[in-house]
């Protein structure tokens, strides 16, 4: 910790945030330590095969229940009262969880979307996830809680719930089209908008450092800004509590877990005001 807050006293910081920052609010992550091996489904096999469009929708179905329900913790917290101190210009998240918005950060790019909204694939019409429930709950009376009564439902981060069986299970259409909706979030395949991701980059170009909190970085989509944070002379604090893919690029890597760190690493900053480092 004292490391950390020499590198960062003084300093205005982007922040990149994974999985890891949302475990503690009870949303498991991919790649850490102590994760099962999880095959998430791919674009081109949810766009290409109903069976597994029947597949996902029924996981998603189940899994929706607990993850909306999630609730922010102190590491979220943390970054949102360094956001409003002025410390934190902004937030890249690889998560889809909203957490961050939710805990009361303002400027968060959400790198892959948000599993709260809901795209039609075939005419782009919008929906909320929470009005898509009540449609799933009308198609499919009961399945959830059939599932929930004989198995121990496992939740991966992006509301995947683990069953074994989704026959029969019903998918809800656009109501505008009758075309095929998806969540909005980037699926594994597909490419981060380019938009987005310039807007990502121009936000570590507008900090003096980067702070990544919680992921592994085994993507390019977020190991980018840290390559790109240290190719341009910005000091990189990773703080994750399992190796990262960055970490010979990082100027300092702490392993700990983000909601203990982050709130004593908040704690410690606000005693140091942007600009006297």
């Not at 609010?25 to 109903?50: K, L, N, W």
């Not at 009262?81 to 961050?100: C, F, P, S, W």
């Not at 800004?225 to 604090?237: L, S």
Request: contains cysteine; hydrophobic residues 45%; aromatic residues 6%.
């Amino acid at each position: 910790m004292p490391a950390a807050v020499e590198l960062l006293r003084g300093r205005r910081l982007a922040v990149l945030t994974g999985a890891g920052v949302s475990t503690d609010s009870g949303i498991p992550d991919y790649r850490g330590p102590d994760s099962p091996p999880r095959r998430p489904m791919t674009f081109q096999q949810f766009v290409a095969d109903a069976a597994f469009r029947r597949t996902y929708w029924a996981r998603n179905h189940v899994g929706w229940r607990y993850v909306h329900r999630t609730r922010p913790n102190a590491g979220h917290e943390a970054l949102a009262r360094m956001e409003a101190q002025g410390v934190v210009v902004g937030l890249i998240t690889q998560n889809v969880d909203r957490l961050h918005t939710l805990a009361g950060s303002r400027s968060v790019i959400d790198l892959h979307g948000t599993y709260a909204e809901i795209v039609c694939l075939d005419c782009g019409d919008r929906t909320t996830r929470d009005a898509l429930a009540r449609r799933l709950e009308a198609l499919n009376p009961g399945f959830a809680e059939a599932v929930g009564a004989v198995a121990d439902v496992e939740i991966a981060p992006d509301a995947d719930a683990v069953i074994e069986s989704t026959e029969g299970f019903r998918v809800a259409d656009c109501e505008r089209c009758d075309g095929m909706l998806k969540p909005d979030i980037v699926y594994f395949g597909e490419s981060v908008p380019k938009e987005r991701v310039e807007r990502a980059y121009a936000l570590v170009d507008e900090a003096d450092a980067l702070l990544v909190a919680g992921s592994s970085l085994a993507v390019m989509s977020g190991l980018r800004f840290v390559r790109h944070a240290a190719r341009t002379g910005r000091p990189v604090v990773i703080v994750n509590r399992g190796a990262t893919r960055a970490d010979v690029e990082a100027t300092l890597r702490v392993h700990a877990g983000t909601s203990h760190l982050l709130p004593a690493l908040a704690d410690r900053l606000a005693a140091h005001p942007v600009g006297t480092a």
